[in-house]
């Protein structure tokens, strides 16, 4: 190895201890903001435990998470995981049904045509300026009912194979319960179109009209400059805001628990009634969320990260 090698191969070792002391570097505000939050946490247990007589009982979460098949003796999902694997589906479904939305609604909002960006202003404006709780109620009661009921959804589903009710499971959830997660996947759907419409305006608008204006002096159609011009670079900026709209996804999947969809929180809602353990419930039921959530934000900042040292 040569003197150049060698000292190449130190310059990188000492910029990545560096980069690690910035990343972990703690002070005496850290140690406090700390035990601030320590003490914070003692007074509530405390004085739960003092004012309100309550007797804590972790041993409850368990039962709910895990439980044995009677029939073939195996351990499988109880009602907590089972609500949460439904929030999953709803998020992942939910967002892959946003982005189809959002991106035709996008483009009408940035569309040439008068009565295009009308239509898509509208769903934009009445989305955005309804409270969430009264547009579930809008949506499931007044939108999905009619539209869902007559497809006769539940007898094509009794007519299905084993196999492909099986699937049905893993993809939506119990088959008997396929109606209810589709109103709620509406419902979240056109709430989160409503937001991933400005996000792909904002990203369309972001690139230079001399590109757009270049496409047209080489006689390209509309749809060939948003598709070979003005996609590519819009997409590497919307990336972000769309990663954290799936993480507001799986927060908002708690608002359909008001309409009977069995995700997570109408699961915790119900053991909190059935066991009368509200505190352990809602913090457990909590701290699922926080795991999520944080855990997708470093997910997606990593890529991010990897993406911007790539080059986009």
């Known amino acids: 190895m040569t003197s150049s090698e060698q000292a190449t191969g130190t310059l990188r070792a000492t910029t990545r201890l560096q980069e690690l002391r910035r990343r972990v570097h703690f002070d005496w505000l850290d140690l406090a903001v700390i035990m601030m939050i320590g003490w914070a946490i003692w007074w509530f247990v405390d004085r739960i435990d003092g004012t309100l007589k309550y007797r ?3 041993s409850i979460i368990p ?6 098949d ?8 109880n009602v907590l995981l089972e609500g949460l694997f439904t929030t999953l589906r709803l998020a992942v479904w939910g967002l892959l049904l946003a982005m189809l939305i959002g991106l035709v609604m996008g483009m009408a909002r940035t569309s040439k045509r ?10 934009v404006m009445l989305v955005r300026n309804i409270p969430p709780l009264v547009f579930v109620f809008i949506v499931v009661f007044f939108v999905a009912s009619q539209l869902l009921t007559p497809l006769g959804i539940n007898n094509a ?3 299905m194979s084993p196999e492909a009710k ?3 499971s893993i993809l939506f959830g119990p088959p008997r319960l396929i109606e209810n997660f589709l109103s709620g996947l509406l419902c979240l759907s056109l709430f989160a179109g409503a937001y991933v419409t400005e996000i792909v305006r904002a990203g369309i608008e972001s690139v230079p009209r001399s590109q757009l204006e270049a496409g047209e002096s080489l006689v ?13 670079q819009a997409l590497r900026k919307v990336l972000p805001p769309l990663a954290g709209q799936f993480i507001q996804m799986v927060k908002d999947s708690s608002l359909v628990s008001l309409v009977s969809v069995q995700e997570l929180s109408f699961m915790a809602m119900d053991i909190q009634v ?16 926080f795991v999520i959530c944080y855990g997708l934000s470093l997910l997606f900042g990593y890529l991010e990260r990897r993406a911007l040292a790539g080059g986009g």
């Open 56 to 58: 804590w009982d972790w």
């Open 63 to 68: 039962r709910f998470l895990v439980k044995t």
């Open 70 to 77: 009677l029939k073939t003796g195996a351990t499988v999902p």
């Open 114 to 123: 008068l009565f295009l960006r009308l239509i898509a202003g509208t769903y």
């Open 157 to 159: 589903i009794a007519r």
């Open 166 to 168: 099986a699937w049905m």
């Open 220 to 232: 390209l159609t509309r749809w060939e400059i948003m598709r070979f011009i003005v996609m590519p």
């Open 274 to 289: 059935s066991t009368q353990k509200v505190f352990e419930v809602l913090i457990f039921t909590g701290g699922l969320y």
